[in-house]
């Protein structure tokens, strides 16, 4: 027998107004701390490149060539910060962020340098897709570029999990940690076909965070590793026929601890993996060993780094202990008028653990690194280096550099190969403001050994932006100029108009 039920008008609106409450405390739930940017601009400059400067840690959105427009939008979601009655934080929280680069004129891109979702629980933090992000002990904000990870490049698709801020574990912040654990993918280069990046970083802090001094030490260890040759090769060595580079789980494991596939290094231990691989390490291990110093003064605060280096255990035997960056950065506090912040650094990586071509597989020997270099992957993603932009790819240096032999070496190197990995020079960023108008002014000069090239090159570039806000608008313009020496002389400029909401 069929049932009916009567509805009430009475239950009806309580049914009604339920289901409406409830539809509008999702909808607020999901729009709430949401900030929205709208920004156009235009790019030009007297050689068809954007000067070094003006491009740099851009995440990859300003392209080599310049005389374009730009067209940019983007929406991003933070954590609730409200607190509960006990002044907590919920423990559980989440954001996301999506933003689009319409770039038009002698390159015509679309970018997605952010497209992630993040969710927070306690100290513990995932999230997946594009973020981006800067890794080491370094002044994010003025700096040449942190070593390994610089916000140079456009962000990479990647699934992390992480502890993001320093969190207790000894002494009620007397000792604090902070760390993540990450898979990225690269997509294809020239050389792989669909490989792979394995991430982490671990650093601690010793200092509660209203003491005077603190200190902090940390490494980071990155790994591109897996994929296939663009096609399967007869390997000269040994003989054999390489299909791929290592992607199985057992290859994973060696990529995560870092040891050896064939510790007696006498040659293949599975067919299809490349000599190179079986000898050495599963993947090209690349990274930094940071520390740093924060001292709190009553009118300003000091930050003191150092990152060193390491591919191929040269750090570890001291073989190449003498490059670094080593920076200071000066910011004074509780003013927002004047001098606001200031940072030197200095870069080293001239001495790579010995002189080009001079590696050795005995280990107290080693060098020749080539930093980011290997035989299968370049320290690369989509055209810009990953790391320091002070570290420069064939693709970016001028051809009158390699001249007469710029064919052949093209023609011999991917576009990709790190030619400028051996330099040593200075930067300095400033951050300034008077009223309603901040400025940045940095200034770069380094001596570069060029691959193939006997002549060193001393190249200056210099930058400077103007920003003049006025209530949820902005105007900004930047010039930038490049001597003539790895880049060609140039002088370039931009111009952007932004709206937040």
């Known amino acids: 027998m069929q049932q009916h039920y009567i509805i009430s008008k009475k239950s009806f609106f309580n049914l ?28 030009t400059s007297t050689s068809g490149q954007n000067p070094f400067l003006l491009r740099s840690n851009q995440y990859g959105i300003i392209p080599l060539e310049s005389q374009f427009l730009t067209l940019r939008g983007a929406a991003h979601k933070e954590y609730d910060s409200t607190k509960n009655e006990q002044n ?54 003025l700096t040449s570029g942190s070593y390994i990870w610089s916000g140079n490049a456009l ?60 200190m902090y030490a940390g490494f980071n260890h990155q790994v591109q590793w897996g994929g ?28 995560i601890s870092g040891v050896s596939l064939n510790r007696k290094g006498d040659g293949i231990s599975k067919d299809g993996i490349p ?14 060993i940071d520390i740093a110093t924060e001292i709190s003064f009553n009118k300003f605060d000091l930050f003191i780094y150092r990152q060193s280096f390491y591919e191929d255990g040269s750090l570890f035997y001291l073989g190449n202990i003498t490059d670094g960056l080593l920076g200071v950065s000066y910011k004074r506090k509780n003013i927002n008028i004047g001098l606001i912040k200031l940072t030197f650094e200095y870069f080293d990586s001239r001495s790579q653990g010995g002189p080009a071509g001079s590696g050795s597989t005995i280990p107290q020997i080693r060098g020749g690194d080539s930093y980011f ?42 576009a990709t190969y790190m030619v400028v990995n051996r330099l040593s020079g200075v930067f300095l960023g400033a951050y300034y403001r008077i009223k309603e108008v901040s400025f940045i002014t940095k200034f770069s000069n380094t001596s570069n050994q060029v691959y193939g090239v006997a002549k ?25 100029y490049d001597s003539d020496a790895l880049f060609k002389s140039n002088l370039g400029i931009g111009l952007q108009l932004m709206r937040t909401f």
Not at 17 to 37: D, H
Not at 389 to 404: A, G, T
Request: net charge positive; hydrophobic share 35%; aromatic share 14%.
């Open 275 to 288: 000599i190179n691989d079986a000898w050495n390490r599963s993947g090209n291990h690349l990274g930094s």
């Open 155 to 214: 962000p990479m698709p990647k699934l992390q999990i992480s502890i993001p801020n320093y969190v207790s574990i000894l002494g009620h912040g007397i000792i604090s940690i902070k760390g993540s654990y990450a898979h990225g993918w690269f997509g294809s280069s020239d050389s792989t076909k669909n490989f792979f990046l394995h991430q982490k970083y671990l650093y601690g802090r010793i200092g509660k965070p209203n003491w005077r001094v603190k």
């Open 456 to 480: 060193k090159f001393n190249q200056t570039s210099i930058f400077q932006s103007v920003q003049f806000y006025y209530k949820k608008n902005s105007v900004s313009s930047q010039i930038s």
């Open 228 to 255: 296939k040759p663009p096609k399967p090769y007869i390997e000269s060595q040994t003989g054999k026929l390489i299909t791929n580079y290592g992607n199985d789980f057992s290859s994973y494991l060696n990529v």
């Open 16 to 43: 009604f107004w339920g289901i409406l409450t409830f539809n509008v405390c999702i909808a607020q739930s999901l729009t709430k701390n949401i900030r929205y940017e709208l920004e156009s601009g235009i790019y």
């Open 88 to 141: 907590k934080q919920k423990r559980f929280s989440y954001g996301y962020g999506l933003s689009t680069v319409v770039n038009v004129g002698k390159v015509n891109q679309i970018i997605l340098p952010e497209a992630y979702l993040k969710v927070r629980y306690g100290a513990f933090e995932l999230y997946g897709g594009r973020r981006k992000e800067v890794v080491g002990l370094v002044d994010s904000t």
């Open 373 to 414: 270099n290997n035989t299968f992957y370049q320290w690369i993603y989509r055209g810009n280096t990953i790391g320091t932009p002070l570290i420069v790819p064939l693709r970016n240096v001028q051809k009158e550099v390699f001249s007469p032999n710029y064919v052949s070496i093209s023609k011999s190197l991917p």
